[in-house]
């Protein structure tokens, strides 16, 4: 039996990926035809500054993990317990700041519920044609570094969580990664960071910031081009549609999907 071309597979693969590409880059070149959807002119100085203060936060603590490299200590449960703890608390106190000056929570972070029954099938769309491009920068960019990085810690620990049976931990880090994370860093970084800066810096540079950002919070160099492309993507997705629920439900899907096809892995269901 005739083996398949690796040149062949390789245009195969690259027919998603660039759809993928395509597929957004139409959608941004519509926006700046017909205009955006998306709602901005609630936050001011007073978020900017606000804004400007908690993204210098996140982006030193990522740096700081980034340039520790493989000396950075080991994730443990009670971490994410705390860290759970305090990004909620960061949440609170953003819409608490917010809401001081009388602006619609709602409103202000497009968070409407007029368009609800269509978020499904709209972030399954955006989802679906983002991840060719996420998966396949992400392939290339590990070949690039050649596993010479660890894996990002949360990763890490789900991975032996799942491979020791410690349910509790395992529930833990879903609970974190397919709940927590999507609400709270959505809110925080397209629902406030990017409406703000969009405001001063307008789409292009506050996309690239806020992207930039996002995946440098995350503190881990092997994440770093397939969440900045998440953010892009995501961007693109809550001008188009002007809700913030569609990236909340991408973000949650991504990350259930990742964790699944992790624990797949951790049970040799799938090649590592």
């Known amino acids: 039996m005739e083996t398949i071309s690796p040149i062949f597979l390789q245009i ?3 027919v998603p990926i660039i759809g993928g590409g395509a597929y957004y880059f139409a959608q941004a070149r519509q926006l700046s035809v017909r205009g955006s959807r998306l709602e901005i002119g609630h936050f001011g100085l007073p978020d900017l500054f606000m804004g400007t203060a908690l993204a210098l936060y996140f982006g030193l603590s990522g740096l700081q993990i980034l340039l520790k490299g493989d000396t950075a200590p080991e994730l443990r449960v009670e971490h994410v317990r705390s860290n759970f703890g305090f990004m909620l608390v960061v949440l609170v106190a953003v819409l608490l700041f917010v809401s001081t000056r009388r602006i619609p929570l709602a409103k202000a972070f497009n968070l409407g519920l007029e368009d609800l029954a269509w978020v ?4 399954a769309l955006a989802l679906g044609t983002a991840l060719p491009p996420i ?4 392939f290339l960019w590990e070949r690039y570094l050649q596993n010479s990085n ?3 810690a949360l990763v ?3 991975r032996s969580s799942a491979e020791s049976g410690d349910w509790s931990s395992v529930w833990l880090v879903v609970l974190s990664a397919f709940l927590q994370a999507p609400v709270v860093e959505e809110v ?3 629902g406030y960071f990017y409406a703000t800066l969009k405001r001063y810096l307008g789409a292009f540079g506050a996309a690239f910031l806020v992207s930039a950002l996002f995946a440098v919070c995350h503190g881990n160099v092997r994440v770093i081009p397939g969440l900045f492309i998440l953010s892009i993507c995501e961007i693109i997705t809550l001008e188009r549609f002007g809700s913030l629920w569609v990236c909340i439900c991408m973000h949650a899907c991504f990350n259930g999907l990742s964790l699944l096809l992790l624990y797949m892995e951790s049970q040799g269901w799938l090649p590592h």
């Open 12 to 14: 195969l693969l690259a």
């Open 120 to 123: 499904p099938l709209r972030s």
């Open 135 to 138: 998966w396949g920068i992400g």
């Open 150 to 152: 660890p894996e990002q």
């Open 156 to 158: 890490a620990l789900f």
């Open 188 to 190: 925080l970084f397209r």
